[in-house]
C-alpha cells in the first residue's frame, strides 16, 4: 500500500478564497483523521470518520471549516473563506483500530493563506 | 482537562550518550500511550506503544519507553543517540472511555538535536 496520500502537497491562496484539502486513506482502515500543526498550537484534531461517518468534530474551530467523507477511500477538508490564520500543516491519518492500534499519516498539506 | 505533556521544548545530546524525551499525561482511564516522530517536511511515524503488561517497551531504531502509572509518565528512552535520531518527537494518549478512547490527544513536541 502507498500509505495515506494527501493532495496538494502545498497550497498557497488568497485570503477569502475557498481551499480544498484531500485525503486518500490507508485500504481497510475504518477511521480517519484530520489534524492541523501549527507553532502555536501543536497538532490538533480536528474531526474524525468512521466507516465514513463523521464520529467528532469538535476540533473543527469555525464554520468555515467542513469534512466529509463520501467513500471509503477518500476525504475532503474544505476551508470557505479562509483566512490568514487558518496557514498551517494540515495532515490526514488513518486506522484500522484506533485505541490500541497506531494511526498512519499522510505527509501533510502545508497552506499558506496570504 | 485531558492533556499530555511534554515539559522540553529541546533536548540536546552528543551521539553516543544516553537520551530521555520527557512525557507526562492526565487522562482519565487507563490510557492508551504512543510515541511518533516527525522528520522535517514529513507525516508523523510512529515508534512504539503501551497499551498493556510490561512497562517497558521496545519499538523502532533502538527506542524505549518506560510507563510509570504512579508518576503518570511515559519517557522515551535510547541507549546511545545518532545524529539521524534529530527530529521532532511527540508523545500521544487515547482519550478517556469509551468511543473517546479513539482521539489521540498530543504533546506539544519535543525537538531533539543530537551532535556529531
Known amino acids: 500500500d502507498a500509505g495515506v496520500i494527501q493532495s496538494p502537497r502545498h497550497e498557497v491562496t488568497e485570503m477569502g478564497q475557498e481551499v480544498t484539502l484531500r485525503c486518500k486513506p490507508i485500504?481497510?482502515?475504518?477511521?480517519l483523521f484530520w489534524y492541523r500543526q501549527t507553532m502555536m498550537r501543536g497538532l490538533e484534531l480536528l474531526i474524525y470518520?468512521?466507516?465514513?461517518?463523521?464520529?467528532?468534530d469538535s476540533g473543527m474551530p469555525e464554520d468555515r471549516f467542513s469534512a466529509k467523507m463520501p467513500n471509503a477511500s477518500f476525504s475532503t477538508l474544505k476551508i470557505q473563506p479562509s483566512e490568514p490564520r487558518d496557514s498551517a500543516v494540515y495532515f490526514c491519518?488513518?486506522?484500522?483500530?484506533?485505541?490500541?492500534?497506531?494511526?498512519?499519516f499522510g505527509q501533510g498539506t502545508r497552506l499558506t493563506v496570504v | 482537562a485531558q492533556s499530555v505533556a511534554q515539559p522540553e521544548d529541546q533536548v540536546n545530546v552528543a551521539e553516543g550518550n544516553p537520551l530521555t524525551v520527557k512525557c507526562t499525561y492526565s487522562?482519565?482511564?487507563?490510557?492508551?500511550l504512543f510515541w511518533y516522530v516527525q522528520y522535517p517536511n514529513r507525516g508523523l511515524q510512529f515508534l512504539l506503544k503501551?497499551?498493556?503488561?510490561?512497562?517497558l517497551v521496545k519499538g523502532s531504531y533502538g527506542f524505549e519507553a518506560e510507563f510509570n502509572k504512579s508518576q503518570t509518565s511515559f519517557h522515551l528512552k535510547k541507549p546511545s543517540a545518532l545524529v539521524s535520531d534529530s527530529a521532532l518527537y511527540f508523545c500521544?494518549?487515547?482519550?478517556?472511555?469509551?468511543?473517546?478512547?479513539?482521539?489521540?490527544?498530543f504533546g506539544t513536541g519535543t525537538l531533539l538535536a543530537v551532535q556529531p
Open positions: 491519518a488513518s486506522s484500522p483500530l484506533p485505541g490500541n492500534t497506531e494511526a498512519f
Open positions: 485500504s481497510g482502515h475504518d477511521y
Open positions: 470518520f468512521n466507516n465514513n461517518v463523521p464520529i467528532d
Open positions: 487522562v482519565s482511564g487507563n490510557p492508551y
Open positions: 503501551y497499551i498493556t503488561g510490561d512497562n
Open positions: 500521544a494518549s487515547t482519550a478517556g472511555y469509551g468511543g473517546a478512547t479513539n482521539k489521540l490527544i
